[in-house]
């Protein structure tokens, strides 16, 4: 008889244990920071679960006509891209490797969104240098194998402030000064910004949409200029 409430307190202790992981699941999905659950994640296990079996049907299929050489090239082959595809899609290395999602872009400041360009420049061929200019202010310097130089300003607007040095053609002409100006702003240029980077010459706004492109992958000169 003294076995059943030991039970009890057991089965009590346990009922209570379920109830407050329930709660705290609860607690954590309302937060959004439990995860998904097993429908969400479903269809792509599935997925993947098609792609291996296809890998291992075509590796077995060239074993069987080409013998242990295509078997051989097609593990190496699989190795490589894996091992690219990891790279790329782990979120330090991929940014490293000058790629930002959105919402990273979002999320910097402007010392960061400095490196991020910097970086984004270093992966389309430019040997960048990311560091305040004399006024404090985050400045990018780069230069590419031809020699051509390129400077960077973050600003919300292109109309050059009272205490700015305005970019003259005379000085571009001179040689003294950079052949392209790019201006990077998150949100988007006014008409009047568009015009005075035109009338400047060499100068390439960058705003927000061009911006989460270029930092996707699209090389700077496949951007499409600001209209």
Not at 61 to 79: E, M, S
Request: with cysteine.
């Amino acid at each position: 008889m003294a076995l059943l409430p030991q039970r009890l307190r057991r089965h009590e202790k346990r009922a209570s244990w379920h109830s407050r992981r329930r709660e705290a699941i609860r607690a954590l999905r309302a937060q959004g920071r439990y995860g998904p659950g097993l429908r969400e994640v479903l269809p792509a296990l599935v997925v993947v679960a098609v792609v291996v079996c296809g890998i291992v049907a075509g590796l077995a299929v060239a074993y069987r006509v080409l013998g242990t050489g295509a078997l051989a090239g097609g593990l190496a082959l699989l190795a490589v891209i894996t091992a690219a595809v990891v790279r790329h899609n782990r979120p330090l290395a991929r940014r490293r490797l000058g790629y930002y999602t959105p919402e990273e872009i979002a999320d910097l400041d402007v010392d960061g969104l400095a490196l991020a360009v910097s970086r984004m420049l270093r992966r389309d061929g430019w040997r960048s240098l990311a560091r305040p200019d004399a006024q404090g202010q985050p400045h990018v310097r780069a230069r590419d194998r031809l020699g051509r130089r390129l400077e960077v300003a973050f600003r919300p607007v292109a109309e050059p402030l009272p205490d700015e040095e305005t970019p003259t053609r005379a000085a571009r002409s001179a040689g003294s000064g950079p052949q392209l100006r790019l201006v990077v702003h998150r949100g988007t240029f006014s008409r009047r910004d568009v015009q005075w980077a035109r009338r400047q010459g060499g100068v390439q706004l960058i705003d927000g949409s061009r911006l989460r492109r270029w930092a996707h992958g699209t090389p700077l000169h496949r951007l499409p200029e600001v209209p």
